[in-house]
């Protein structure tokens, strides 16, 4: 399971389900190998309304991402190859 910071109610929000279910299988998958190695980094982290966790991963370059509540969902942009395949930004 994919841990996040119990800091805000976004972080609640992310789930294993909820993040296959935004990015899909395949990039979840890759995305856990990338947390499990070290290459995921919070940069940012912020609470309330304009709730917000960024992240740098170091994978074949290093890319940004970030995740964030839209209203009740969760929104997502990336910077990675597979930018805008998805709603997380990823897939």
Partial sequence: MVKAR?????????????LTSLSGPKVFDRGLTYAASGAVRVIEESQ?????????????????????LDGDAIA?????PH?????AGCG
């Fill in 76 to 80: 997502g942009d990336c910077d990675c």
């Fill in 6 to 18: 119990k800091s805000s109610a976004l972080a609640d929000l992310l789930t294993d389900e909820a």
């Fill in 83 to 87: 930018a805008g395949r998805s709603s």
């Fill in 48 to 68: 309330g309304i304009d709730a917000r966790i960024r992240a740098q991963i170091d994978g074949t370059q290093v890319y940004e991402t970030s995740i964030s």
